[in-house]
Structure formats: C-alpha cells, structure tokens
C-alpha cells in the first residue's frame, strides 16, 4: 500500500508541476535573450490614458503603473493643472516630452527616481552667480551611518544619495534659500530649512526608525506590491531589529505585538495558541503561517501538528506581515483570520552577515545563530543561515528540554538587463526537540483566582514531568511503542523549493513559487488528569519497590501519549499579474497537497504531586508503570492516514482611480477532495469500558467539498501621509483531513463553517507620530463545540458535541511616536466583544437524572479563554551606543471554558533590556522576561468547569491551569558586517 502511495505522489506531483516548470524556463531563456532599452527607466511603458485630470492625479496613476516615484512639490510643478495624455504603450520619457516640457517642468532621474521642479524655479536659480556646496551626513538615532539616504533641494534639481559612509554632497548650489529633504524607506522623512550664502554650508540629519512602517510595500498580497498607506488591508510589519529588541522566547511569542490576536505561548518552546479577532476556538485554526509566500502546514489544526513547530524565528528572518481580516482568505486556502508571512534574507550587492551567541543565564540555554549573505557576481546573490541551541527548560524536568537547530539558505538568479525578474532555489532542515509545558496543579484562592503555589509544588517554576521518562510498552496485537517524554516535540523537516518572478516588457507579472517538503514528527507528552486522595488500607510503591509510608495528601493520574506523524506536502502557486489602465488584475492557481500517515497511542500512570515526580504504583508492587487507555474517541491506539488535495483558483482587480480612490476586488475558489483509511478495531479493552485495541483492518473514506471566498476593499488616500479604508468579506473555515480520518469521525454530523468579516479604519504617518486604528466585525456559524456533562454513574462523565455560532465586535489600534530625540513609544491596543449567538444542546437521557433529557444553553456567553483586552505600551531610547527596550503587556480577564462559569483574572507582563553597540559590528544585550515575576493564568480547569459551583471551592483547593512563564534572564553577544 505505502509503495503505491509513493508513487502515486510521484506521478501526481511530475503531472501538477510540468506546466509551471515549462513556463519558468521559457521566461529564463527568453531573459537572456532579451535585449530592449526599454528595461530602463525612462523607457518604462505606460499603460493609463488620462483625461483632463490633474497633473498630480496624472502622476500618481503612472507612480502606481511603472513603480517608478516621482518626487516634487506640488506648488512648484503647480500640480492642479489639467492634462491630457494617451499614455497606452508609450514611455514615462514620451510622458516627459509631450506633457512636462510644454508645462516648463524640468526633470532629473535619480536611480529609480524621477526629479521633477519648475523651469522659472530652476531659470531664477541660474541668475544667481556664486555657488556652493552642501554636505553632510545621515544617521540614526543610534548614530550608525545611512545609506542610500535620498537628500534634494525642495523645488529644484538638486538631489543625491548618501554613501555607505552616510555622506553626501550637493555640489554648485547657487545662494539662496532652501528646504533641504532626506527621505528612507523605513523612517520618517525629515526637513529643514537652510541657507546658502558667503560659503559651502554643512548639513546633517539624524533620521528617526518609523515604527509602523506605513510607507512600505506590502509584499504578501494578491497581484502587484503597494504602500500600507494606500492599501485596504489591515496590516502589521516587523523588522529583523524589532523582533531582536522584543526578544521572543519561541514563534508564538513573535505575534503578541500584533494588535487583533490573542497569543499564548505558555506551553514554552511547545505548540502555542492563537485567537484572531474574537473567533473560537484555539491553536492555528483561523490563522496560515507562511515562510516565504507559502504555507508552512494547512491551516487549521491546533496542537497535533502545530504549525509553530514547522518553523522557527531565527536570525534568517529579515522582517514579518501580518494581514489581519478578510484579504488573508484570498491570498491562500481556508486563512479567514489572518496571515503571517515570514520573509527570508535574499542577498544583495553588498556582503552582509550577523552571529549571534545567546545564553539564558536562569535556565542553561546555549545557542548560536548565524545568517550571511551577498553576490557570487552581478547576477547570482546568495543567503545562508540558521541556529543551533541546547536549552534545560524554564522548568527544568530531568532531561534536555530543548535541543536542535536548523538550516536554511537560498540561491537566485537576477534575470533581464535591468532586473526584469529573478529565479529562486530555496531550501530548508530542521531537527528539534522541545518541551510542552503542560497545565499543572495550583491552589485556589479566592477572590483571585491567580495561580497561588501549593506546599508541595509550585506551578509556576515546577513541572509534574516524571522522573522516570522511557517506556518500552505492549500494547493488545502484540506491537510495542517506545515512549522517550525527553523528545517532547520532535520534529524534522526538510525542504526544497523554486521560486520564479517575472516581469514583461509589456507589463505582465509572472509568479510561481513551488515547494516539495518531507516532515516526521513525534510528539510524547504528559498531561495530569484528576487529583487522588491518598487512601488508608492501599498500598503504594515507588518502581523500585520502595513502599511509600503512611502518604498523606494527593498523588494524580497523568496521560502519557505518544503520537507519530509523517507528512509529506506538495504545494505550486501560479500566477499572472497584467496592469491594464487603471486596473491590475490578477489571475492564479493554487495546488497544495498534503499526504501523511499517523499512530498514536495513550497510556495511564499515576504519580506524586511535587516537582519531577516518581511514578506510583497501586497495590502491586510489580505493576507494569504504564496501562492502556480505552479506545474512546481520539484516545488510546489510533492508526490512520489520509491525503489532503487542496486546488485552488483565485481572481483580483486592483483599480488605482485617480491619485485618491483605490479599489480592490478578490474572488477565491478552493475544492478541497480528502481521502485515506482510518482504523477498524476489533478484541477487548484491558480497560473496562472501551472499544478494543487491536486493529482489524484500515477502511478507506472519500470526502469532497468546494467552498469560496470573496472580498470587497476600498482606501481613500487623502494626502501623503493618510489613509482611509474599509472591508468587506464573505470566507470559510475548512474541515482538515483529520475530522474524517480519526476513530470517532461522524462525518454526516459536521457542517459547514462560514465566516463574515468586515472592518474600518485609517492610517496616519507624518512627521514623528504613526498610527492606524480600525473597528471590525467578525461571526462564524456551525462552530464544532462539545460539553461534558455528569453521568448516571457517580464520577462518570458524557461528552456530548454540537455545534454554536458567535461574533465579535474588535477595536484595533497601534501608534509610534517619538517623544523626545532617541526616545520612541509604541502603543498597542485590542478591545473585543465576543459572544455565542447560539450554543444549545438537549442532555443525554444516560446522563445525571438532575439534568437528563434538559435543554441547556450557553447563548451569550464569551467564548473561552478570550481576554476582553489586550494593551500593551512599549519604550525604546537610543543614545549613541546605548539602546533601551521596555514592554508592558496587560492582558484582561478570560473565562476558563465556554460556559462562563470560572474566571481567570488578568495579569500584567513586563519586559525590557539594554544593550550598547561598539560601533556598527559588535553588539552586547542582556534582557529579563516577565520583569515582575508576575503570575497569572492562560487555562483554566476546563475538565466538567460547566457545572463547578464557585461558591463551594475552598481555599487552597487543587485546580488544574497552565501558569505563564516565570521570570527568565538573557545576554547575548552579536557581530554584524
């Protein structure tokens, strides 16, 4: 069977990828063959004819047509003339004779600038004799040199570019007065007024970081590249150098400075948990995590594969973009919530390099980075890099809780005379172990519901990890698992991919990113169950024998699982961008393929309450450690495997109406075909109550489903530096093959989920304050929940499902300002009203005789462990060498499960470090994590929560919850080129 599988995906991948492959190298070859001036600026076509509009309408429609920038000042150019131009076809220098010239506006080109002032401004210059020159240099506020840095003189043809030094010179600038103007992508463009007069003049400027980056383009979008400013999509960048000063412990961490979600990362380097905009439900299931434009897992699962343990943040990330709302669902299947693309070094012209030492000096953690780049020669350029560390844990078990690294480079090709496009080879190797940080027991407090430490163990810097962590057990059938808790999360992933871009001289895009990726993962984890009272007249023993003597207190049942998952994925996005007018559309194609097999099985053992406890045996002395559990829904031993075809085809129209107004329209559909075996079970359970163990045969399951996505967005640019825009969406959130293939699949219960989204909101960036702030709206319907309600038998409980719907109203905001020179804020602000619309379910008649055969309805409530608010304020001073980092993050008070019945209160965590720079290559920083040691909790007890009378807990009583993590401290040392 597995033979026939290999080749089938064989054949399916040679038959999915032959077209695209063909187009790649016919658009190679006809690169190197090409050889048109036209590839030069002022040769650029112009596809947009205008009639009597403005000349800076004009303009702005051809800036947005060619990605050519124009820069001018709209009073010297006299910008509100009329003007008439048949542009289709002709060159921005046809653009400059026939439209420029006669209005007497003179131009110069600056790179891929173009540099336009009047002819009576540049006529009156002349009259003046004596001239001078201006130099200067550019810096930050760190005071490391800029450049590249464009410098002009408003209102003329006076205009450079800073060296690699930072310097600069205007040379033979008449006398006169000025606005001299330095512009560069990523900070805020600065002025001031100079005058030139008697002698050469010195002119410097310090630039200050723009936080929020709203004048940059936005890469991860359907058809071509634009500006934040001008687009309609809700949208958070961060840099390699922010994500270095918030120092994240693990991937997860990286998205709690995004306004809109809700990340938990609790669970330490282990699976984390992300809500996007008040949807239910936890993990990944909303959210599409993508390393370079593809995805790295199907979205939907939530811990078991998690898409946080396929990749991982290292020095290779150059910055990442969040798109929240509803553009995410036609950028790539079944993404209603948002999308993270995670985007790689390249190379350039210039050698580039950082390495990294990084030691956690309160957990023993050791690890290296390291990424390098540059050019091989004019055409090839190349990066390379990845990390490697050996960590003991924040709460330290009796093994290596983190250990292994990863690998990743690339290699590309520059096509055309003048960079008309680029191919691509990228590839990727993982291997990691890492520690899941579990819920354990704390004690309850009330009033406070803070995660309080019992006598005997600590939640908050303790683990219920067993001391004794490799088990060889035999399961009913005669099969062994060998059960190693120290390799947590292991997973290995390697990778190869091809990535193709191209541009037309006649303003065709062409777009082709394929990836072939083979994944192995195990994941062994513990997780406590329910507490147990010492009993007098049982007997209990330690695996060596030792009897325990008159124990007193509680010891617990823990779940020892182990599950293997291989996966193997196919996934090509092909597609073609034309600028037609004022339109760019795009038409494309999505293929993903995801192939896997799984096993997995769970066992029973019971242990101490206190930190690293011994194993316990009950009444026998000899007892094998581990039993088997029952085969019950996803419990016990499961075995089954499944192929996941996901085609796709997607159509968007980008419409630049004048310098103002753009409008944007995507249509996605996605037919989703799943099929595989799931596991027949045959024999008894060693455990009363269960299915079976032993594994008669697999039954192959064929399921086939279409969905699509429409989006409807719209911006309003009312001057250089605001923005307007609004959303509208209609998406989905897909079933994964894993709803069909497991043992208690139903598939005749489960219905469709549809998502409706819309939002508002502005963006504002000038001078030293950014900020962009929305309102949304976001529901889903047939949201798959379940409910444990007590059994007839005293302690038993029913699990029974249904499905609920809800929505939420979510305010968004974030802002930079720079208070004071060198000192920059960013605030940080998610205010959210969730609530089920519908949650019902009729108790089963087996159920507790108090409550059997009655309606119960949790409609209104909030959805589970959503906090209502979510602000955080964040501090950065730079002062020459020396640079200061400060986060506070207040997170809101959740509920513990769906029926609202336990509160988790808020907690405040606070973060900060310093460092100080020898120049621009070596860097020392040391940082502390939860500054305040503060405690609070991420999960509650959800185990039967639904009917828990508050009122009746005592203090001090066992609760189960997930603790944050506890202070933590850091140094690193780093050396940049």
Request: overall charge positive; charged content about 15%.
């Given at each position: 069977?597995?033979?026939?599988?290999?080749?089938?995906?064989?054949?399916?991948?040679?038959?999915?990828?032959?077209?695209?492959?063909?187009?790649?190298?016919?658009?190679?070859?006809?690169?190197?063959?090409?050889?048109?001036?036209?590839?030069?600026?002022?040769?650029?076509?112009?596809?947009?004819?205008?009639?009597?509009?403005?000349?800076?309408?004009?303009?702005?429609?051809?800036?947005?047509?060619?990605?050519?920038?124009?820069?001018?000042?709209?009073?010297?150019?006299?910008?509100?003339?009329?003007?008439?131009?048949?542009?289709?076809?002709?060159?921005?220098?046809?653009?400059?004779?026939?439209?420029?010239?006669?209005?007497?506006?003179?131009?110069?080109?600056?790179?891929?600038?173009?540099?336009?002032?009047?002819?009576?401004?540049?006529?009156?210059?002349?009259?003046?004799?004596?001239?001078?020159?201006?130099?200067?240099?550019?810096?930050?506020?760190?005071?490391?040199?800029?450049?590249?840095?464009?410098?002009?003189?408003?209102?003329?043809?006076?205009?450079?570019?800073?060296?690699?030094?930072?310097?600069?010179?205007?040379?033979?600038?008449?006398?006169?007065?000025?606005?001299?103007?330095?512009?560069?992508?990523?900070?805020?463009?600065?002025?001031?007024?100079?005058?030139?007069?008697?002698?050469?003049?010195?002119?410097?400027?310090?630039?200050?970081?723009?936080?929020?980056?709203?004048?940059?383009?936005?890469?991860?979008?359907?058809?071509?590249?634009?500006?934040?400013?001008?687009?309609?999509?809700?949208?958070?960048?961060?840099?390699?150098?922010?994500?270095?000063?918030?120092?994240?412990?693990?991937?997860?961490?990286?998205?709690?400075?995004?306004?809109?979600?809700?990340?938990?990362?609790?669970?330490?380097?282990?699976?984390?948990?992300?809500?996007?905009?008040?949807?239910?439900?936890?993990?990944?299931?909303?959210?599409?995590?993508?390393?370079?434009?593809?995805?790295?897992?199907?979205?939907?699962?939530?811990?078991?594969?998690?898409?946080?343990?396929?990749?991982?943040?290292?020095?290779?990330?150059?910055?990442?973009?969040?798109?929240?709302?509803?553009?995410?669902a036609i950028i790539t299947s079944n993404t209603p919530g948002a999308v993270i693309n995670n985007l790689s070094y390249t190379g350039g012209p210039l050698p580039y390099g950082t390495f990294k030492f990084t030691s956690g000096l309160s957990q023993g953690l050791y690890r290296v980075d390291g990424n390098t780049g540059g050019q091989l020669n004019d055409k090839w350029q190349y990066n390379i890099g990845g990390f490697y560390r050996t960590d003991k844990g924040i709460k330290q078990p009796d093994f290596t809780?983190?250990?292994?690294?990863?690998?990743?480079?690339?290699?590309?090709?520059?096509?055309?005379?003048?960079?008309?496009?680029?191919?691509?080879?990228?590839?990727?190797?993982?291997?990691?172990?890492?520690?899941?940080?579990?819920?354990?027991?704390?004690?309850?407090?009330?009033?406070?519901?803070?995660?309080?430490?019992?006598?005997?163990?600590?939640?908050?810097?303790?683990?219920?990890?067993?001391?004794?962590?490799?088990?060889?057990?035999?399961?009913?059938?005669?099969?062994?698992?060998?059960?190693?808790?120290?390799?947590?999360?292991?997973?290995?992933?390697?990778?190869?991919?091809?990535?193709?871009?191209?541009?037309?001289?006649?303003?065709?895009?062409?777009?082709?990113?394929?990836?072939?990726?083979?994944?192995?993962?195990?994941?062994?984890?513990?997780?406590?169950?329910?507490?147990?009272?010492?009993?007098?007249?049982?007997?209990?023993?330690?695996?060596?024998?030792?009897?325990?003597?008159?124990?007193?207190?509680?010891?617990?049942?823990?779940?020892?699982?182990?599950?293997?998952?291989?996966?193997?994925?196919?996934?090509?996005?092909?597609?073609?961008?034309?600028?037609?007018?004022?339109?760019?559309?795009?038409?494309?194609?999505?293929?993903?393929?995801?192939?896997?097999?799984?096993?997995?099985?769970?066992?029973?053992?019971?242990?101490?309450?206190?930190?690293?406890?011994?194993?316990?045996?009950?009444?026998?002395?000899?007892?094998?450690?581990?039993?088997?559990?029952?085969?019950?829904?996803?419990?016990?031993?499961?075995?089954?495997?499944?192929?996941?075809?996901?085609?796709?085809?997607?159509?968007?129209?980008?419409?630049?109406?004048?310098?103002?107004?753009?409008?944007?329209?995507?249509?996605?559909?996605?037919?989703?075909?799943?099929?595989?075996?799931?596991?027949?079970?045959?024999?008894?359970?060693?455990?009363?109550?269960?299915?079976?163990?032993?594994?008669?045969?697999?039954?192959?399951?064929?399921?086939?489903?279409?969905?699509?996505?429409?989006?409807?967005?719209?911006?309003?640019?009312?001057?250089?530096?605001?923005?307007?825009?609004?959303?509208?969406?209609?998406?989905?959130?897909?079933?994964?093959?894993?709803?069909?293939?497991?043992?208690?699949?139903?598939?005749?219960?489960?219905?469709?989920?549809?998502?409706?989204?819309?939002?508002?909101?502005?963006?504002?960036?000038?001078?030293?304050?950014?900020?962009?702030?929305?309102?949304?709206?976001?529901?889903?319907?047939?949201?798959?929940?379940?409910?444990?309600?007590?059994?007839?038998?005293?302690?038993?409980?029913?699990?029974?499902?249904?499905?609920?719907?809800?929505?939420?109203?979510?305010?968004?905001?974030?802002?930079?300002?720079?208070?004071?020179?060198?000192?920059?804020?960013?605030?940080?602000?998610?205010?959210?009203?969730?609530?089920?619309?519908?949650?019902?379910?009729?108790?089963?008649?087996?159920?507790?005789?108090?409550?059997?055969?009655?309606?119960?309805?949790?409609?209104?409530?909030?959805?589970?462990?959503?906090?209502?608010?979510?602000?955080?304020?964040?501090?950065?001073?730079?002062?020459?060498?020396?640079?200061l980092y400060a986060n506070a993050a207040a997170i809101g008070s959740r509920w513990s499960t769906n029926a609202n019945t336990y509160r988790l209160d808020g907690y405040t965590e606070v973060n900060a470090g310093a460092g100080y720079s020898f120049g621009k290559k070596l860097e020392l920083r040391a940082w502390v994590n939860n500054l305040l040691n503060a405690r609070g909790l991420t999960e509650g007890n959800v185990r039967g929560e639904q009917f828990i009378d508050v009122n009746t807990l005592k203090e001090?009583?066992?609760?189960?919850?997930?603790?944050?993590?506890?202070?933590?401290?850091?140094?690193?040392?780093?050396?940049?080129?």
């Open positions: 069977m597995k033979n026939k599988r290999t080749k089938a995906l064989l054949l399916f991948i040679m038959k999915s990828t032959v077209l695209p492959l063909f187009l790649i190298l016919t658009m190679v070859f006809t690169s190197f063959a090409n050889n048109v001036s036209g590839q030069l600026v002022l040769k650029k076509t112009i596809q947009v004819s205008i009639a009597n509009q403005t000349l800076k309408e004009a303009i702005g429609r051809i800036q947005h047509q060619t990605g050519v920038s124009f820069i001018y000042s709209s009073a010297a150019i006299q910008a509100q003339r009329k003007v008439t131009f048949s542009g289709n076809g002709k060159t921005i220098e046809q653009f400059i004779t026939e439209v420029l010239a006669p209005l007497q506006v003179k131009t110069k080109v600056i790179d891929n600038k173009i540099l336009l002032f009047s002819d009576a401004e540049g006529a009156a210059v002349q009259q003046v004799r004596a001239s001078y020159n201006i130099t200067g240099v550019v810096k930050n506020v760190k005071g490391e040199s800029l450049q590249r840095v464009t410098v002009s003189l408003e209102n003329t043809a006076y205009a450079t570019m800073t060296d690699g030094a930072g310097k600069y010179t205007l040379a033979g600038v008449p006398e006169g007065e000025y606005t001299i103007v330095f512009t560069y992508v990523g900070y805020m463009s600065y002025s001031q007024k100079i005058v030139v007069a008697g002698g050469n003049l010195t002119a410097n400027a310090q630039l200050s970081e723009d936080l929020l980056r709203l004048d940059d383009v936005v890469v991860t979008s359907t058809g071509n590249p634009q500006k934040k400013i001008e687009s309609s999509v809700a949208i958070t960048s961060r840099t390699s150098r922010q994500l270095a000063l918030q120092a994240p412990l693990n991937s997860s961490d990286m998205l709690k400075t995004v306004p809109g979600l809700s990340a938990e990362s609790s669970g330490g380097d282990g699976p984390g948990s992300i809500r996007v905009r008040g949807l239910p439900g936890g993990g990944y299931i909303y959210l599409g995590i993508m390393e370079d434009g593809l995805p790295v897992l199907p979205t939907g699962y939530s811990s078991l594969p998690s898409a946080d343990q396929y990749f991982k943040y290292d020095l290779t990330i150059k910055n990442i973009e969040a798109i929240r709302g509803g553009n995410a809780a983190n250990k292994g690294g990863q690998l990743k480079l690339n290699l590309t090709r520059k096509l055309g005379r003048n960079d008309q496009g680029y191919l691509r080879f990228y590839g990727k190797y993982l291997n990691d172990r890492v520690q899941w940080l579990l819920p354990g027991y704390y004690g309850y407090k009330k009033g406070t519901h803070l995660s309080n430490a019992l006598p005997y163990f600590d939640n908050f810097t303790e683990t219920l990890m067993p001391n004794t962590y490799q088990f060889n057990v035999k399961v009913p059938g005669d099969q062994t698992f060998n059960i190693d808790l120290s390799d947590g999360f292991y997973t290995k992933i390697a990778y190869g991919g091809m990535l193709f871009h191209y541009k037309t001289n006649n303003n065709w895009t062409i777009n082709n990113n394929f990836r072939y990726q083979s994944s192995k993962m195990t994941a062994n984890s513990s997780m406590i169950t329910a507490p147990q009272t010492f009993k007098t007249g049982v007997n209990y023993y330690y695996m060596n024998g030792t009897q325990l003597q008159n124990p007193t207190g509680y010891y617990t049942a823990q779940q020892i699982s182990t599950t293997q998952r291989n996966d193997k994925q196919v996934i090509d996005y092909l597609d073609f961008t034309k600028k037609a007018g004022i339109h760019n559309i795009t038409i494309g194609t999505g293929l993903y393929l995801y192939d896997f097999t799984s096993e997995a099985a769970t066992f029973t053992a019971s242990t101490e309450i206190k930190d690293k406890p011994s194993i316990i045996l009950v009444n026998n002395a000899s007892a094998a450690p581990l039993t088997p559990v029952a085969n019950t829904s996803k419990s016990g031993h499961t075995k089954f495997d499944g192929v996941s075809g996901m085609y796709s085809g997607y159509l968007s129209d980008l419409i630049k109406a004048g310098a103002h107004w753009t409008f944007d329209a995507g249509l996605r559909f996605d037919y989703n075909k799943l099929n595989g075996h799931r596991a027949v079970y045959t024999g008894s359970s060693v455990s009363s109550g269960g299915q079976g163990f032993v594994i008669d045969h697999l039954d192959p399951y064929t399921e086939n489903f279409s969905y699509w996505s429409a989006s409807l967005g719209i911006n309003y640019k009312v001057n250089d530096y605001t923005g307007i825009f609004g959303r509208a969406t209609r998406t989905y959130n897909a079933f994964t093959i894993d709803n069909f293939s497991a043992v208690d699949a139903r598939p005749s219960e489960l219905k469709k989920r549809q998502i409706y989204l819309g939002e508002l909101g502005v963006r504002y960036a000038h001078s030293k304050l950014a900020f962009f702030s929305s309102v949304s709206y976001s529901s889903v319907s047939n949201f798959p929940l379940t409910i444990g309600v007590p059994g007839a038998a005293t302690g038993s409980v029913i699990t029974q499902s249904t499905f609920g719907s809800s929505r939420t109203y979510s305010w968004e905001t974030e802002i930079s300002y720079e208070l004071l020179k060198g000192l920059n804020l960013r605030g940080l602000a998610t205010i959210e009203d969730a609530k089920f619309t519908s949650y019902d379910i009729v108790v089963s008649a087996d159920a507790d005789p108090s409550i059997a055969g009655k309606p119960l309805s949790w409609k209104g409530n909030r959805p589970e462990r959503l906090p209502k608010t979510n602000l955080q304020l964040s501090a950065t001073y730079d002062y020459k060498g020396f640079n001090g009583q066992l609760m189960i919850g997930r603790a944050i993590l506890p202070r933590s401290l850091w140094a690193s040392i780093s050396f940049s080129f």
